[in-house]
């Protein structure tokens, strides 16, 4: 059974830093791309970056550019996104995904096959 668990969110201060680690089971996903989407309270949930099956393309939302950072570790079978400078309105559950293509640049949730259970993050002022 495939299984993609996320850990490394928390209660952190605007300008602080987190990194979110999503680990998959059950299968190797080396051959597609990844994701990491985010759900504010009350709203839609939203990409907010991808990398591509190799990690030689990587994707972001503008409103996460220059400061988070996707990767992965395919022997591994993780991913990974650092969160750096953060922000109040950074705050939602994060869910890493995999996608059914192996580009990466694909923002729509309906592009994506696996989901994790989420982990929050949360960033006061």
């Known amino acids: 059974q495939v299984q993609l668990v996320e850990s490394g969110g928390g209660l952190v201060q605007a300008g602080g830093s987190l990194r979110l680690s999503c680990a998959a089971s059950g299968r190797t996903f080396s051959s597609n791309a990844m994701a990491w989407f985010r759900q504010p309270p009350g709203k839609e949930r939203e990409f907010v970056a991808s990398?591509?099956?190799?990690?030689?393309?990587?994707y972001y939302a503008d409103s996460v550019k220059g400061r988070f950072t996707i990767s992965r570790d395919n022997a591994k079978n993780t991913v990974h996104l650092q969160l750096n400078s953060l922000k109040p309105e950074d705050t939602a559950a994060y869910y890493c995904a995999v996608c059914r293509y192996s580009g990466g640049r694909y923002y729509d949730t309906r592009d994506y096959v696996y989901w994790g259970q989420g982990t929050q993050v949360a960033v006061s002022s």
């Open positions: 990398i591509s099956w190799s990690g030689g393309s990587t």
